[in-house]
């Protein structure tokens, strides 16, 4: 009896000793696993953040001149991880249309401004915030010229246009108030040697003056000069003195203008001087800036430039 109860004691302390080293060996297997599964996800959330940290870069290198300095950027960053299959993270960048997101560990992740990590239980949401003063720099203004540039031509009325035309809205028998007169005419160079084109405007009558034998019109009217481009006027047009008009405008070589012109009857309606005072053009073409022939009743256009021949004509000339 002795012995079999030595026996049976011996046998589970064997057994006892065998188990502990067992649950011994079991335990240190579970230990390193655990040490190895928390490596791996160390090294995962390493990684991502580092990922992050990349992808966070691209908006610092945006150009200087459209961003502050880093020392005027705030951003206040979270970020939100979901236990899921295929978690993904998505990042909206306030200020600008840039957004990316990619995978992500299913643990949630908080990361603060001096870049520790530590694991919460709690999700939370992150929203960067970027703030620069995007100003664009002026362009610089193109000085228009300031030089004056003398243009003299003559209006006249060949009768061969039908114009003037007088259209009486008034329905009075003298001239008044709101009566209107459309015309046109040819314009030829200062020297006479030279058609440049035509006239076309239209003068709105204002006042009757029986006492100068005369009318106020307001006029607003064009000159063009063929494929040099147009000028363009407005201002009072008396028929009995000389007065100046405003220069608003023109196209071609003329765009930009400005400045005035004086109007000069010579016959009314039949011959007109005109001298333009320009301002904000290149100079202009020699063969608009003949000498110009002094103003009379007298004066004619040279043969050469009332038959249009290619001498005395500018090329494509307005008609």
Request: proline share 7%; with cysteine.
């Amino acid at each position: 009896m002795v012995l079999l109860f030595l026996f049976s004691v011996f046998k589970s302390t064997s057994i006892f000793a065998l188990n502990h080293r067992r649950g011994r060996s079991y335990l240190a297997l579970a230990v390193a696993q655990a040490k190895a599964r928390l490596q791996n996800t160390t090294h995962r959330n390493q990684h991502q953040s580092h990922r992050i940290r990349s992808s966070a870069s691209v908006f610092s290198n945006f150009p200087t001149k459209s961003m502050a300095s880093t020392s005027s950027l705030q951003a206040i960053s979270s970020l939100k991880l979901a236990d899921r299959s295929s978690p993904s993270i998505s990042h909206k960048i306030l200020g600008s249309n840039l957004s990316y997101s990619h995978p992500f560990s299913t643990h949630y992740l908080k990361i603060s401004s001096t870049h520790k990590s530590s694991f919460t239980s709690k999700p939370f949401t992150t929203t960067a915030f970027f703030f620069w003063n995007k100003t664009k720099e002026p362009k610089p203004d193109t000085p228009k010229p300031t030089k004056v540039q003398e243009l003299y031509v003559y209006e006249i009325n060949e009768r061969d246009r039908n114009s003037p035309a007088v259209l009486k809205l008034s329905q009075k028998p003298v001239n008044s108030l709101g009566d209107l007169v459309p015309f046109t005419n040819k314009l030829y160079s200062g020297d006479l040697q030279k058609r440049l084109g035509i006239t076309a405007g239209l003068c709105v009558l204002i006042q009757h003056v029986p006492e100068k034998k005369g009318d106020r019109y307001e006029a607003i009217y064009s000159f063009y000069f063929g494929d040099y481009g147009h000028l363009s006027v407005q201002g009072p047009y008396l028929t009995y003195e000389d007065t100046y008009l405003a220069v608003t405008g023109g196209s071609g070589i003329f765009e930009g203008a400005y400045g005035q012109v004086k109007l000069q009857q010579i016959v009314f309606p039949f011959k007109l001087f005109y001298s333009f005072y320009l301002k904000g053009i290149p100079d202009l073409p020699a063969e608009l800036l003949g000498k110009p022939v002094e103003p009379s009743p007298s004066v004619e256009p040279s043969a050469a430039a009332k038959a249009t021949e290619p001498h005395g004509s500018i090329p494509n000339f307005t008609d």
